[in-house]
């Protein structure tokens, strides 16, 4: 008894410990945001507009929303060292299908969305098994499946087809004052799959496998189920954008996920959110924090009225940026 409280007496004598403040980069990435806006702000007040005015903040919002679906699908392959370059056509397939499957009809809203989301699993699932029956290169088998969609679409389409009623147009306009009702249901599935790869044991597996598939193999995580489900789910994710496109837009349109550039945009986003390409590091709320800086800028540049070709270059650098201060940030952390 006596030597527990002789333990006792010299753990409250001992100094506290020092907690150290980390700077993670979930938290740059909003940083960053906060900077921009405020920087933005101001740009667009000397040019006499507003920002973050009710109608700024619906336009960030309602860019980020399709963006954010395709980005969140994207996150859970990268996470697992994969990424997917079909995600851009399939959102145009997908808002064709849920198109013509409504035709219209309101009965018909939920086969239409059931739909499309089926077709989105099956390619998912067509890049899984590429990549791990096959052995090909995430890369090019994505590619590959990009280019068999992309074919199958000019053949069979030369501009918008189906209908979607009026009903289902509601969740692309409805909002809650000024945010989008469809902004609210992005970031709930944003939460669901931050959930799934932090509290699952397949997100645990993601992870594992991003971080070196033959040590996860020999500790019995089965690689192959692992990367096909990613695929999967990210399919999904582009599917509901397509089906949110087209309600957005009446009908479905071909290319409207190519047009938008989906497929590097949500790479870029995903990027900017901290998670590494390699695999193995980041997670669903940086990403969500990189979405929304590529929409405020947007909305930044169209307030401004610059040309697409400057757009395209301040993305482009703030991309290369983010990316060397985190690679700087994980060299110095090894070395210290």
Not at 19 to 47: E, K, M
Not at 62 to 90: E, F, K, P
Request: hydrophobic share 55%.
């Amino acid at each position: 008894m006596s030597a527990v409280r002789e333990q006792i007496r010299r753990r409250s004598e001992a100094p506290p410990r020092t907690r150290t403040f980390v700077i993670t980069p979930v938290l740059v990435v909003y940083l960053a945001l906060a900077v921009l806006l405020v920087v933005g702000s101001v740009l667009v007040g000397v040019h006499g507009g507003v920002l973050l005015d009710h109608g700024g903040i619906l336009n960030i919002l309602t860019r980020g929303t399709v963006l954010g679906l395709v980005a969140i699908g994207q996150t859970l392959v990268i996470v697992t060292g994969s990424l997917d370059l079909s995600v851009a056509y399939l959102i145009g397939l997908c808002s064709l299908v849920a198109a013509e499957t409504m035709a219209g009809s309101t009965a018909m809203i939920v086969p239409g969305v059931l739909a499309a989301l089926v077709v989105a699993a099956v390619v998912g699932l067509v890049n899984g098994l590429v990549i791990t029956v096959l052995k090909a290169n995430a890369f090019i088998a994505t590619l590959g499946v990009a280019l068999v969609l992309r074919g199958y679409l000019e053949h069979n389409y030369t501009g918008p087809a189906g209908s979607v009623p009026r009903a289902f147009q509601h969740i692309g306009y409805d909002r809650i004052g000024p945010v989008p009702v469809a902004a609210l249901l992005m970031l709930l599935l944003a939460a669901a799959a931050w959930w799934y790869l932090r509290r699952t044991r397949t997100g645990y597996h993601m992870y594992a496998v991003g971080g070196d598939v033959d040590v996860a193999r020999l500790s019995g995580v089965r690689t192959g189920r692992t990367i096909v489900t990613a695929h999967v789910l990210c399919a999904v994710m582009a599917g509901l954008a397509g089906v949110f496109l087209a309600g957005r837009l009446g009908s479905g349109a071909p290319y409207v996920g190519t047009d938008a550039g989906y497929d590097l945009e949500s790479i870029a986003a995903v990027v900017l959110g901290g998670t590494a390409l390699a695999g193995g590091r980041g997670g669903v709320a940086g990403t969500i924090g990189g979405v929304l800086i590529l929409s405020t800028l947007d909305t930044i540049f169209d307030d401004l009225g610059l040309d697409s070709f400057f757009k395209d270059v301040v993305r482009g650098v703030v991309l290369i940026v983010a990316v060397a201060l985190y690679a700087r940030r994980r060299t110095a952390g090894r070395s210290a």
